[in-house]
């Protein structure tokens, strides 16, 4: 490990710790940035099989309608414009994501918006104050699109009955009456053409890089070599559960290489069916059309988390966020340690959001020197 002094240490090279490190290099900082993991680029990770850049952790589409975030990402790298399509399997039946015409067609036979809306709006179960997520779903979409379509899938995501569940879990259920068929409305949906390890690796360009480092196993030592510190670790284990663990979904992946040239036609299909086992199949080749006669799909799990196993999903329900707010009310009295990314802010980030999130931060940072140094 380097003896040197920084002026910024940045613990975790995922999206918002390479963001930070870029623009602290940029504006002239010493930086050493450092993972636990033994590579860059955090769940945003990718590798390549059979000449397919795999998402390891699971898929991630950058999308957004801000056009200065879109350009921001792409001077990193040729971001390849992709309409991700998804689709649900419930018992062998294939199903549009997000529900579209093509969605109430396969369900009822409908084939007009006028038909669908009927249908919605008979089986509707109206609730003016809904208690949880299946008050809150059966009062939107009625019962069959909530039963095949929502509740076993999101009760093996979450591991509790939505019934259990608050309606925050899913911030919206968009309805479509038109058969776009595309999984975001965003302007802009692309992903790195060569991956997003290498589009980490142009952004880490002149920042010094310890990988396989545990910050919370070194901390005294490395909170000494450097005058600031951005922590985009789990905010709970930072302060040693002094306030008990935050709680979190966690996941497990299992990558397979196929001999076939398309496995099943699309890059997302989600199993709705609580009876099978993992959550949904990722077939990578689809997001940016790469040309090969294998494939590599991969299966993912979602398994009870607990300290020491990678947290995913952070459970919002209110219990959680009051634990959070004692947390945050320690952090924001630290005066040279910033918390950020889906860990350190326990928030389910989307790319666009994170890369926001880490400008504003630096941006913050740099302020603060000028003040202290004028």
């Known amino acids: 490990m380097p003896r040197a002094d920084y002026d910024?240490?940045?613990?975790g090279c995922g999206l918002f710790g390479c963001v930070v490190a870029h623009e602290a290099v940029k504006a002239g900082l010493r930086v050493l940035a450092i993972d636990r993991r033994n590579h860059i680029g955090g769940n945003c990770y990718t590798e390549r099989m059979e000449g397919i850049d795999v998402h390891v952790y699971g898929p991630h589409i950058f999308h957004t309608s801000d056009e200065s975030i879109r350009n921001y990402l792409g001077q990193f790298g040729n971001?390849?414009?992709?309409s991700v399509q998804v689709m649900a399997n419930y018992q062998d039946e294939l199903y549009h994501l997000p529900f579209n015409m093509s969605t109430?067609?396969?369900l009822w036979?409908?084939?007009t918006p006028a038909e669908a809306h009927a249908i919605l709006e008979a089986q509707r179960v109206p609730c003016v104050s809904p208690r949880n997520l299946e008050d809150y779903a059966l009062s939107l979409v009625g019962r069959d699109i909530y039963e095949r379509l929502i509740k076993g899938y999101t009760e093996k995501r979450w591991g509790k009955p939505c019934s259990e569940l608050p309606q925050s879990v899913m911030r919206r259920i968009p309805l479509r009456f038109t058969f776009d068929g595309s999984f975001f409305y965003d302007a802009y949906q692309a992903v790195p053409e060569d991956g997003y390890t290498a589009m980490f690796e142009r952004m880490l360009e002149g920042v010094e890089v310890c990988l396989g480092v545990d910050y919370l196993?070194?901390?005294e030592r490395l909170s000494r070599i450097a005058s600031c510190v951005v922590y985009?670790?789990?905010i709970d284990e930072y302060y040693d559960y002094c306030f008990g663990p935050l709680e979190y979904r966690s996941l497990h992946f299992d990558h397979n290489v196929l001999d076939e040239e398309n496995h099943q036609g699309c890059a997302v299909v989600n199993y709705t069916d609580a009876a099978i086992p993992f959550m949904r199949c990722v077939e990578h080749k689809h997001f940016v059309g790469r040309k090969s006669d294998?494939?590599?799909?991969?299966?993912e799990f979602v398994q009870p988390w607990c300290p020491g196993i990678e947290p995913y999903y952070p459970m919002e329900d209110d219990e959680n966020r009051a634990r959070y707010d004692r947390y945050r009310d320690l952090a924001v009295k630290e005066s040279n340690v910033f918390f950020g990314g889906r860990l350190g802010d326990y928030r389910y980030y989307d790319m666009h959001e994170t890369v926001e999130a880490a400008l504003?931060?630096?941006?913050?940072?740099?302020s603060l020197r000028r003040s202290r140094q004028g």
């Open 109 to 111: 036979g409908c084939g």
């Open 294 to 299: 294998r494939t590599v799909v991969s299966y």
């Open 232 to 234: 985009s670790g789990a």
């Open 360 to 366: 504003a931060t630096v941006s913050t940072i740099l």
């Open 104 to 106: 109430f067609r396969d």
């Open 8 to 11: 910024l240490l940045v613990v």
């Open 217 to 219: 196993q070194e901390r």
């Open 79 to 82: 971001l390849k414009s992709c």
